[in-house]
């Protein structure tokens, strides 16, 4: 069975802090993609990233990184100089066959001036 | 511009009083998805559809319906709605089976019943 686990339910930083966001996959398959979603306050679901299986390298986009290690089976998320539009709720998700996403019960970060 | 569309966004209702919740997208993606979100849950999907005609349950399937009778459109069927079912809901579709491609979302329904 697949499953997601975002062990922190909420995290409070100040401006500028950096913040890791955690996320813990499990699987048998060996073809498997991980994605993360940010949902603002709004309420919409944005893409942020898809890493397969196979590709293990580290991702940077901006302030933005993402951390996967298929030997602890995470897919961790990490903020650079935290802003407060950054504040969101943060799903981290896992896709094997037949499209279904796997969701995470989510981490809400709260970024305070 | 290439969107997810659902309707209504809100809705209050009662329960047992039918519903129908649209989900439309314009990009011809083959396979639509349902979920609902509930706090310390996740998204939990309900229903899948692979391509017209062609539907299948997620995981929490009990009390609704889908069909899927043109690509575009996979709307939400709740029959007789109860209080358990007060969530927000979010269609999403994909361009094809393979699973690698990200799933867009909808902008969320968010539903009480009463």
Not at chain 1, 3 to 10: D, H, L, N, R, S
Not at chain 2, 8 to 20: C, E, F, H, N
Not at chain 2, 24 to 35: A, C, G, I, T, V
């Amino acid at each position: 069975a697949q499953k997601v686990t975002q062990a922190q339910t909420e995290i409070s930083v100040v401006e500028k802090e950096d913040v890791t966001l955690d996320c813990v996959y499990e699987t048998r398959d060996t073809t498997y993609y991980l994605f993360w979603y940010k949902q603002p306050p709004s309420g919409e679901l944005v893409f942020l990233i898809r890493r397969n299986s196979f590709d293990e390298q580290n991702e940077i986009s901006g302030r933005y990184s993402w951390n996967f290690q298929k030997s602890t089976s995470s897919f961790n998320f990490t903020i650079t100089a935290s802003q407060v539009v950054d504040s969101a709720v943060y799903f981290c998700a896992l896709r094997t066959g037949f499209q279904k996403l796997v969701f995470g019960t989510g981490t809400r970060l709260l970024v305070s001036p | 511009e290439a969107q997810v569309t659902q309707n209504p966004r809100y809705l209050i209702t009662v329960t047992g009083k039918k519903l129908t919740v649209t989900c439309s997208q314009n990009m011809n993606h083959e396979y639509m998805s349902w979920y609902r979100q509930d706090p310390g849950l996740g998204l939990r999907q309900i229903y899948y559809s692979m391509n017209v005609e062609v539907t299948d349950k997620g995981d929490v399937p009990e009390g609704y319906k889908v069909s899927r009778k043109e690509k575009r459109n996979f709307p939400l069927i709740l029959e007789s709605p109860s209080p358990n079912q007060t969530s927000l809901y979010f269609c999403a579709s994909s361009p094809r089976g393979g699973n690698s491609y990200e799933q867009y979302f909808g902008p969320g329904t968010r539903l009480t019943v009463t």
